[in-house]
């Protein structure tokens, strides 16, 4: 087993020269990862603070936007209101006139003139389709049977 242990070899340290030399190189590139690592760092930041910015104005655009909606909302809902009074002032006005001349009329004998006005409107409807259910179809002829 001696013999064993004493044939591996161990490869002999190297000299401390060659160390330094060795690491002489890597600090600059150390130096230069360190420099490009603050440099992204730097416009991490400032992209941050570019979309902080941004945030903070979308969030007073829509506040604005906001506030103006409400004002239109409730500039409609109050001259949707006038037009809702308006229209039944209107429709009070014209049921008043009407049982004006509805009165009026009773007034002077014409009981409901425009219901009996109608109902000629009907007869005189009603006796035409009559007349033209007894035209025979396809017939030429001018006489019309009544």
């Known amino acids: ?23 002489m190189p890597i600090n600059p590139k150390i130096a230069e990862l360190t420099e490009s690592r603050q440099e992204l760092l730097t416009r991490i930041q400032k992209l941050k603070e570019d979309l902080q910015g941004w945030r903070t104005k979308l969030d007073t655009q829509v506040k604005v936007y906001r506030d103006e909606l409400s004002e239109l909302k409730n500039s409609l809902n109050t001259e949707v209101d006038q037009l809702r009074s308006d229209f039944q002032e209107l429709k009070t006005t014209l049921q ?51």
């Open 1 to 23: 087993m001696e013999n064993s242990d004493s044939t591996v070899s161990v490869p002999p340290p190297a000299p401390l020269s060659v160390k330094k030399e060795n690491v």
């Open 96 to 146: 008043q006139q009407q049982e004006d001349v509805t009165a009026s009329l009773r007034n002077l004998g014409l009981q409901d003139v425009s219901g009996e006005a109608k109902e000629t409107e009907v007869h005189i409807v009603e006796n035409i389709d009559e007349n033209a259910q007894d035209i025979p179809i396809g017939d030429n002829s001018t006489d019309i049977k009544e």
